[in-house]
């Protein structure tokens, strides 16, 4: 074990081995082929955290909230129209208290058939969390998905992509096939505890393919790219990732995406994609089933 305050340079190996080797990344689960004989996956995911972003940091003013508001009330219903015209399926990873607060939304995100994904309680930093509290809020609230939509969740993005060196274990004890907030690869791969397989597919997410860092809530004193010039870096990454025959995923909230001239941008996106001969759009499920059940024997990356 690592004493807390001793400086990196003063570790040992076995210290430093022992913190990379918590949860690492093992075997690239990259198909010779995609279903379809397509050329390249496609996997669109949405985060729904509508007033639970600023209530997880204990902020209650109401400017705040009307943030969250919007994603359900504008944002939500803009990304689904999007997806319905390119017939794009999507995972929306929800907080359990995001389902309570707008259950007309997520009834209009089951009855378009998407995947419904785990992505904690009220949107808790799982870091700042102890060991048991982040447990007992993961089972609460893989419970409290399954009351809500009638199914159980398969697949985890941690809220913050906050994953701690307890989530994997978790992970496991929940039975969940796939995690999707780690970012190792721009492929598929299977998660390790301490060097050992899990069994565990990540789908790898990365900020440059997410809106949040682009379009900040909070603009003041931070560098806000237009949305054509990140329309331009995800057209960008969905080419290599179609010439590399591999894998694309993008992340979106509805309060950062739903405004106008960005939800634009998703729809050029789609179109963008759409354009391509051979592309499977799947849900994150999808992918980490295929994956696995399609796995070779790749050198580890």
Excluded at 261 to 280: F, Q, T, Y
Aim: charged share 20%; with cysteine; hydrophobic share 40%.
């Amino acid at each position: 074990m690592l004493n807390p305050g001793s400086s990196p340079w003063g570790w040992s190996e076995s210290q430093w081995r022992s913190v990379v080797d918590e949860t690492n990344a093992g075997i690239r689960l990259a198909p010779e082929s995609w279903p379809q004989n397509a050329s390249v996956a496609v996997a669109i995911s949405v985060d729904v955290d509508n007033e639970t972003l600023p209530l997880s940091r204990g902020e209650t003013g109401p400017g705040l909230l009307s943030q969250g508001q919007y994603g359900a009330r504008v944002g939500l219903p803009r990304v689904l129209e999007t997806l319905r015209r390119h017939s794009a399926p999507a995972t929306f990873f929800y907080p359990v208290v995001s389902t309570a607060l707008d259950p007309a939304g997520l009834a209009a995100v089951r009855a378009d058939g998407h995947e419904i994904g785990l992505h904690g309680w009220i949107h808790e930093k799982c870091g700042e969390l102890t060991a048991d509290q982040e447990r007992e809020l993961a089972l609460r609230s893989a419970d409290g998905l399954q009351a809500a939509t009638g199914v159980r969740p398969v697949g985890l993005r941690t809220p913050y992509w906050d994953f701690t060196v307890h989530t994997l274990p978790i992970i496991r004890e929940l039975g969940l096939e796939y995690d999707s907030s780690l970012m190792a690869d721009d492929q598929p791969y299977e998660l390790l505890h301490r060097g050992e397989a899990t069994g565990v597919t990540e789908i790898p997410v990365s900020w440059i393919r997410d809106d949040a860092p682009y379009f900040p809530d909070d603009a003041l004193g931070k560098q806000v790219l237009a949305p054509r010039e990140v329309l331009r870096i995800w057209q960008d990454e969905f080419d290599a990732a179609y010439a590399e025959g591999g894998l694309f995923t993008l992340a979106l909230h509805p309060h950062i995406i739903g405004h106008r001239s960005r939800v634009k941008v998703l729809d050029e996106l789609l179109a963008h994609i759409a354009a391509h001969a051979g592309v499977w759009w799947a849900t994150h499920a999808e992918i980490a089933r295929h994956a696995a059940a399609h796995r070779t024997p790749a050198v580890k990356k």
